[in-house]
């Protein structure tokens, strides 16, 4: 089960909490005292199961100087210091079946090439196991830049923002130049949806193989049961026999004996009832609706990954089944980065990730930007308009931030773009910038007072526009429509003059 477990857990530490979860404990001889020492059963930890995986003996190999001593690492008055693990292929002796093995030799040599990649160590190219960090890509992003494997670092007042860093410099980059850093939030966001798509068509499959796991690993669990229920019971049956061989003159020794028989009998009685406990129908099987229910969260995968009990490293974890590495690149683009997504198959796939800048210079969409502002601000578009128009059309600022009135007005004063705001601290001229008349200009050219004017512009005798509620009036007039406008006033006036003579 150790091994089978790790082959699942990838980690040491993962197995030895699994098996204090359930709870399994572990052998152990302690070697103090005189021989022969005593097999002792203890909860598990990191250090038994390292000890269990490290073994040859379990692969059936007998081995001889798996350590030596670095004399540059010896320290005064410790006499055992400066021991160091030899590679495997440095050992002097390894004598392959010698004993009844667990595993084979190619399992063994992959389980220790799998412990040595779980240390945290981004300068021998181990990407570490998974932990429970926010950052997604940790131990796969690599740098687009150098090849080299990216560091994180977390900032923010409680570490809240992780970054993916090549922290160290490169000879190709003059000192103190790095080679680049990027934002991890961004990019695991991006990331993870590539996944969750990749995954999707498997989706059923993944639910009727986690079904079949956790079926399989209730069985397994069961099974452990009888085992220990055997090694207590013979426990129980040696105890009782020391007991039995004992003189009776010597009482202390039986009333020591009879103690310790007591206690191996009240273990025995404990592991009895617990795997009757374990023997039920709801402690073996999943019933009829928890397999419905499984199926039918194991189909929405989505909500499986951000579910609550999902833990960072449980994503990690399954990240690292699909996806080998992704290769960044930050300074490839202005605004963008470039990252590269290599599956476990071999496959790659490349995208581009706009960030989130801290200046309009480094804004990825600066020109195209600066082009809609200044079309439609010649459309008479009013600041808020434009920002809610930017909003809808998908751009955004330069920190990643929906756009507002105050900032197009910055954008507009930046590259000097006219507004269609009409503003006079006096009286409006005849005619606007653009060519159009104002009201006071329309009832000068024509002839007539303004009240006429803005009683044409309600009936729709003059065409015109207000850039919002309050802004001056902008009419269209070309000489006909003045032309025609005059001989009609005119012609009004002639009319009501005839009349008043007439009267």
Same mark, same amino acid.
């Given at each position: ?190 990331? +993870?949806?590539? !996944? ?6 498997? %989706?059923?499959?993944?639910? #009727?193989? $986690? @079904? /079949?796991? &956790? *079926? ?32 009776? +003159?010597?009482? !202390? ?6 103690? %310790?028989?007591?206690?191996? #009998?009240? $273990? @025995? /009685?404990? &592991? *009895? ?43 990690? %974890? ?5 996806? $080998? ?179």
């Amino acid at each position: 089960m150790v091994f089978d477990k790790f082959d699942e857990l990838g980690s040491a530490r993962a197995v030895a909490r699994y098996l204090r979860r359930h709870p399994l404990p572990l052998p152990t001889r302690p070697l103090r005292g005189a021989a022969p020492h005593a097999l002792v059963w203890q909860p598990a930890s990191s250090s038994r199961v390292l000890a269990i995986l490290h073994n040859p003996a379990y692969a059936g190999a007998y081995a001889y100087g798996q350590t030596t001593t670095d004399p540059t690492g010896r320290r005064p008055d410790h006499p055992h210091s400066g021991r160091v693990q030899r590679p495997l292929e440095h050992w002097p002796v390894c004598l392959h079946q010698r004993y009844p093995a667990y595993l084979s030799w190619e399992r063994y040599v992959r389980n220790q090439a799998r412990l040595a990649d779980n240390q945290n160590r981004y300068q021998a190219d181990r990407h570490g196991v998974p932990r429970q960090g926010q950052a997604l890509l940790q131990g796969l992003a690599v740098c687009g830049r150098c090849g080299r494997r990216m560091q994180l670092r977390y900032s923010g007042p409680a570490g809240q923002y992780p970054a993916y860093r090549r922290g160290e410099t490169h000879p190709a980059f003059p000192a103190p130049q790095h080679c680049q850093e990027v934002r991890a939030m961004a990019l695991d966001q991006a990331v +993870e949806q590539h !996944l969750l798509h990749a995954l999707a068509p498997d %989706q059923l499959a993944l639910a #009727l193989a $986690a @079904l /079949e796991q &956790l *079926e399989r690993e209730a069985e397994t669990l069961h099974q452990q049961g009888p085992l220990r229920i055997e090694r207590a019971r013979c426990e129980a049956e040696r105890a009782a026999r020391q007991y039995h061989a004992v003189e009776p +003159e010597n009482r !202390l020794v039986a009333r020591s004996l009879e103690s %310790q028989w007591e206690a191996k #009998l009240r $273990a @025995l /009685e404990a &592991l *009895e009832q617990d795997q009757h406990r374990r023997s039920t129908p709801s402690m073996r099987a999943l019933g009829d609706d928890e397999r419905r229910a499984l199926l039918a969260l194991g189909q929405d995968l989505p909500t499986v990954w951000r579910a609550p009990t999902t833990t960072p490293a449980d994503r990690k %974890q399954i990240l690292r089944l699909v996806i $080998a590495s992704v290769v960044i690149d930050a300074k490839r683009e202005r605004g963008r980065v470039w990252y590269r997504i290599v599956w476990q198959t071999g496959a790659t796939e490349e995208h581009w990730l706009t960030r989130n800048v801290s200046s309009l210079d480094e804004h990825p969409d600066v020109e195209t930007l600066q082009q809609r502002i200044g079309a439609l601000s010649q459309a008479h578009k009013m600041d808020a308009e434009i920002a809610m128009l930017l909003n809808e059309e998908g751009f955004r600022t330069a920190r990643g931030h929906p756009f507002t009135a105050s900032n197009v007005w910055r954008l507009r004063k930046h590259w000097a773009l006219s507004s269609s705001k009409e503003t006079s601290t006096g009286p409006h001229p005849l005619r606007w910038a653009d060519g159009t008349y104002s009201i006071a200009g329309a009832a000068t050219t024509i002839g007539v007072t303004l009240g006429t004017v803005y009683q044409w512009v309600r009936e729709g005798r003059l065409q015109g526009y207000q850039a919002a509620k309050g802004m001056p009036w902008k009419l269209a007039l070309s000489e006909g429509d003045i032309l025609d406008l005059q001989q009609y006033v005119q012609r009004v006036r002639r009319i009501k003059r005839s009349t008043m003579e007439v009267a």
